[in-house]
């Protein structure tokens, strides 16, 4: 039942765990919650990846656009990188430096007669002390917090990994040219998401009915269970349907790209997703400057106190305010005398129409 579990404290319990991968379950929270922290592991986590591109030479048959676009689909390894990298849009650079980007350079070319691949093992950290035209911004330890690899490719320094296929050339060909890696998130493009794939599933009996099924001749033949069947009750024929029945209990399977660990992307979605929330309560905590942190808020008043023009406010009825409404006192730009939060007097009248109702100017 719903109360019951308003009562219990939400449980994580992970079922696998792999390298890019984790399935676990999420207990005792409502739906909204789970389709929140869906969406916060795949748009809201911080990474890095290929956001500047300069060609300086492209003799292959892809033009500049499109190598340019896989280069940015390209993951980087992105751990830790809320600490190690500074956003672009915060640095005191003109463009690009070792605190707010990364750059990488590739250059190849074919010479014997046979097809060669350009992938993403290719590619090359290099520092920006190659340049003289580059002006750091304001000096900081961001560098300093960066792990082994970071900002290189996934997969290239494991032999187990196939690294990602950019172009293939022949002979006389070549691609050379010099990209600059960037921090962002996938709400502004995709490239940046962490994540492959986040799915959930619950009710897996569908005893909520949020499900109608299609089928032919037999439903439970046509349409079988998944493995998450297993962790719940099936339903009995002769059970009365709950309409206020919800679900609390939720199978998460959280696939990511390899620029963050799967640990990673789910804690740093519940502190993001924590964080959200606490910007919403510090916004509505600044409308009501006299609550007490942990007080409650005073209830709407009755239907007799709107009447009487009191409300919120202390110009009611025994006020003396002439003006006095559901929303405060008396307002020297408002007609009448009112008689309730929006009655006749009670909005936002003119010199021109002194007891005009509601939102009129």
Same mark, same amino acid.
């Given at each position: 039942?719903?109360?019951?579990?308003?009562?219990?404290?939400?449980?994580?319990?992970?079922?696998?765990?792999?390298?890019?991968?984790?399935?676990?379950?999420?207990?005792?929270?409502?739906?909204?919650? /789970?389709?929140?922290?869906?969406?916060?592991?795949?748009?809201?986590?911080?990474?890095?990846?290929?956001?500047?591109?300069?060609?300086?030479?492209?003799?292959?048959?892809?033009?500049?656009?499109?190598?340019?676009?896989?280069?940015?689909?390209?993951?980087?390894?992105?751990?830790?990188?809320?600490?190690?990298?500074?956003?672009?849009?915060?640095?005191?650079?003109?463009?690009?430096?070792?605190?707010?980007?990364?750059?990488?350079?590739?250059?190849?070319?074919?010479?014997?007669?046979?097809?060669?691949?350009?992938?993403?093992?290719?590619?090359?950290?290099?520092?920006?002390?190659?340049?003289?035209?580059?002006?750091?911004?304001?000096?900081?330890?961001?560098?300093?917090?960066?792990?082994?690899?970071?900002?290189?490719?996934?997969? %290239?320094?494991?032999?187990?990994?196939?690294?990602?296929?950019?172009?293939?050339?022949?002979?006389?060909?070549?691609?050379?040219?010099?990209?600059?890696? %960037?921090?962002?998130?996938?709400?502004?493009?995709?490239?940046?998401?962490?994540?492959?794939?986040?799915?959930?599933?619950?009710?897996?009996?569908?005893?909520?009915?949020?499900?109608?099924?299609?089928?032919?001749?037999?439903?439970?033949?046509?349409?079988?269970?998944?493995?998450?069947?297993?962790?719940?009750?099936?339903?009995?024929?002769?059970?009365?349907?709950?309409?206020?029945?919800?679900?609390?209990?939720?199978?998460?399977?959280?696939?990511?790209?390899?620029?963050?660990?799967?640990?990673?992307?789910?804690?740093?979605?519940?502190?993001?997703?924590?964080?959200?929330?606490?910007?919403?309560?510090?916004?509505?905590?600044?409308?009501?400057?006299?609550?007490?942190? #942990?007080?409650?808020?005073?209830?709407?008043?009755? /239907?007799? /106190?709107? /009447?009487?023009?009191?409300?919120?406010?202390? #110009?009611?009825?025994?006020?003396?305010?002439?003006?006095?409404? &559901?929303?405060?006192?008396?307002?020297?730009?408002? #007609? &009448?005398?009112?008689?309730?939060?929006?009655?006749?007097? #009670?909005?936002?009248?003119?010199?021109?129409?002194?007891?005009?109702?509601?939102?009129?100017?």
């Amino acid at each position: 039942m719903q109360s019951t579990r308003d009562e219990l404290e939400p449980s994580v319990r992970i079922r696998d765990l792999k390298k890019d991968r984790v399935n676990f379950v999420l207990e005792n929270v409502d739906l909204a919650f /789970a389709n929140s922290l869906r969406r916060v592991m795949m748009a809201d986590l911080p990474t890095i990846a290929i956001d500047l591109v300069e060609i300086q030479a492209n003799t292959t048959v892809l033009p500049d656009e499109f190598i340019a676009h896989r280069l940015g689909m390209v993951p980087l390894v992105s751990t830790n990188c809320d600490e190690g990298m500074r956003d672009n849009r915060d640095c005191t650079c003109m463009a690009a430096c070792q605190y707010c980007s990364i750059q990488l350079k590739l250059d190849v070319a074919c010479h014997n007669n046979t097809t060669m691949d350009i992938t993403s093992n290719h590619l090359e950290v290099s520092s920006y002390h190659d340049y003289d035209d580059v002006v750091e911004g304001e000096a900081g330890d961001e560098p300093t917090k960066r792990v082994e690899f970071f900002g290189h490719p996934v997969g %290239k320094s494991d032999p187990d990994v196939a690294p990602i296929l950019i172009c293939k050339i022949r002979k006389g060909q070549e691609l050379k040219l010099r990209c600059i890696a %960037k921090k962002g998130i996938a709400k502004e493009h995709a490239k940046w998401s962490p994540c492959s794939a986040v799915s959930f599933e619950y009710d897996p009996h569908n005893k909520l009915r949020h499900t109608t099924y299609w089928f032919e001749t037999d439903e439970r033949g046509e349409w079988p269970l998944g493995e998450n069947a297993s962790e719940e009750e099936p339903p009995r024929d002769d059970e009365a349907f709950d309409f206020n029945a919800t679900p609390g209990k939720f199978y998460f399977e959280v696939e990511t790209d390899g620029s963050l660990g799967p640990q990673e992307v789910v804690m740093q979605g519940l502190a993001a997703l924590q964080s959200k929330l606490a910007t919403i309560v510090l916004g509505l905590k600044k409308t009501e400057p006299n609550m007490v942190p #942990g007080e409650r808020g005073d209830e709407a008043p009755p /239907a007799d /106190a709107w /009447a009487s023009g009191a409300g919120w406010g202390e #110009g009611g009825a025994g006020g003396g305010g002439g003006n006095a409404s &559901g929303w405060g006192n008396a307002s020297p730009g408002r #007609g &009448g005398a009112a008689t309730s939060a929006w009655g006749s007097g #009670g909005g936002w009248s003119s010199p021109t129409q002194p007891a005009a109702a509601g939102w009129n100017v």
